[in-house]
């Protein structure tokens, strides 16, 4: 607006006053025009409207030739007050290994206040505000004083953005992801858009965009995963958006608790979901290498239909109610956050776990099945399925950390769902189904394929036992000393 307006010497140095105390500035001018200036811009307007090509640009320069000597009417500033614990949640995502950068249109002035009152810049914290850069040498010198800096936040305008990029773009990335926070600040909504693809480019990590605007929806939508907020603004930013909330601190939970939750369960589900299938399919190799690999199925009709539906559908879906930590621990300890960053719950490693555990199972139960079995190959299938079931039931509960009483209604569904099956759709010879050794051959195998797996399973939780459940022993032990020193 300085270059919009007529002369003044009062514009600049109030506008700079105002953006010191954290008011959002606001210049307000106007130009009036007689008719004849009228009939010529409406004349020209409407020209540019009708063009063919490159109408947008045409247009944009009709308007902007009316945007010059304006009269100045007057200067606002206006407090725009964050909200609740907004502070205490930025503090949360530091701690969680979150990067935080502000990207924002208002003067430098306004941001470095915002940012300091928001403590997104600790108080103790020193401040690195890049100049105005229009050279590359000016570039050069500029990023040769922040690599001086070490553990400054970085404080830049959109335009020496711009300039920095196209002459040193790795050098100054590598510079700002190093910072403990980054301000862009006077930063149009394309220019926000860009530096979330560049952060995305130079960095290969995730990248969540948090805006309440409309001028924020280029950049929600360029980002992993776009945040908006339902504010006074409107709902361009909360429509445009992969998550809508309500106010700012709901981020932490977002991330922390769904999101922690989110992932978990998608590993286990996915995985297991891996075992169920290749389990079965070691069980029909072995049958088949065998029997001189013949092409006969083990299990025929219903058995295979059953197998992924009613008898395991249930337990297997039920893991997405497992839980590891619980939401307060997981914000009271937003370092537990970081682990996730790693990928150790859905790894190749965890991917190949998992492969040599189906193998290993669906030996056991094929090899024991043949191994017990007298006289007729369909004691074979009733004696392997039946400890199928089992196992899968068994492993789930391996695997399940937080029990959902859900989860124990699942179960026994399926278990309810087998016998019943058994009972009326003759599967199984009944004679041999009811004896005793059906019964204890199929506890022998089935303890033969998990039995070694649990105590695996004891014998990591008790010398490595995983971060979080030390944090849930320290706070259970906590929560009791509490209760017993109040009389």
């Not at 590359?136 to 040769?144: M, S, T, V």
């Not at 800096?149 to 190093?178: F, N, P, R, W």
């Not at 039946?386 to 695997?399: A, D, F, K, P, Q």
């Not at 010879?429 to 506890?443: L, M, P, T």
Request: hydrophobic share 45%.
């Amino acid at each position: 607006m300085a270059g919009m307006v007529e002369y003044n010497d009062w514009l600049e140095e109030e506008c700079i006053n105002l953006a010191q105390k954290g008011l959002r500035t606001l210049v307000v001018a106007r130009k009036v025009l007689n008719q004849e200036q009228y009939n010529h811009f409406e004349q020209r307007y409407s020209a540019a409207k009708l063009s063919i090509t490159e109408r947008g640009s045409r247009v944009a320069a009709v308007v902007e030739s009316l945007q010059c000597d304006l009269e100045l009417l007057c200067l606002t500033g206006v407090e725009d007050k964050l909200q609740n614990n907004v502070k205490q949640t930025l503090e949360v995502l530091r701690n969680a290994g979150m990067k935080i950068w502000m990207l924002t249109g208002d003067k430098l002035e306004t941001a470095t206040c915002i940012a300091k009152s928001s403590r997104l810049v600790s108080p103790n914290q020193g401040l690195h505000v890049m100049g105005n850069v229009s050279a590359r040498r000016e570039a050069h010198l500029e990023l040769n004083a922040l690599r001086r800096k070490s553990d400054s936040a970085l404080i830049i305008k959109g335009d020496a953005l711009e300039t920095c990029l196209q002459y040193y773009e790795h050098e100054l990335m590598d510079l700002a992801v190093q910072c403990p926070a980054v301000v862009v600040c006077r930063c149009s909504p394309t220019q926000k858009a860009a530096v979330v693809r560049l952060i995305q480019r130079h960095t290969g990590k995730r990248t969540a965009a948090v805006g309440d605007g409309g001028n924020d929806v280029s950049m929600i939508q360029a980002a992993d995963a776009g945040i908006g907020i339902v504010g006074k603004e409107g709902k361009q930013a909360s429509l445009a958006a992969d998550f809508s909330i309500e106010q700012f601190q709901h981020i932490a939970r977002l991330c922390l608790v769904h999101g922690r939750d989110s992932y978990k369960r998608s590993a286990a589900l996915s995985q297991f979901v891996m075992h169920r299938g290749l389990i079965i399919s070691t069980i029909q190799a072995i049958f088949s290498s065998i029997f001189y690999f013949s092409s006969v199925a083990l299990y025929q009709g219903f058995l295979m239909v059953g197998y992924a539906t009613f008898y395991t559908n249930f337990p297997v879906f039920s893991l997405v109610l497992d839980r590891d930590v619980s939401p307060n621990i997981a914000l009271t300890y937003p370092e537990l956050y970081k682990d996730l960053t790693k990928g150790r719950s859905l790894s190749y490693k965890t991917f190949f776990i998992w492969v040599l555990i189906s193998i290993y199972q669906g030996g056991v139960l094929m090899y024991g099945a043949m191994l017990l079995f007298e006289d007729e190959l369909i004691h074979v299938v009733s004696i392997s399925f039946t400890s199928l079931i089992l196992t899968e039931l068994l492993m789930v509960g391996l695997t399940v950390r937080t029990w959902h009483p859900l989860m124990i209604v699942a179960h026994f569904l399926s278990l309810g769902f087998y016998a019943l099956s058994i009972i009326f759709m003759h599967y199984f010879d009944q004679d041999f189904i009811k004896s005793k050794d059906f019964f204890w051959k199929v506890v022998v195998i089935t303890l033969v394929s998990c039995l070694p797996l649990y105590i695996l399973k004891f014998l990591r939780r008790r010398f490595t036992p995983p971060t979080y459940s030390k944090l849930e022993e320290l706070n259970t032990f906590g929560s009791t000393s509490l209760s017993r020193s109040q009389p």
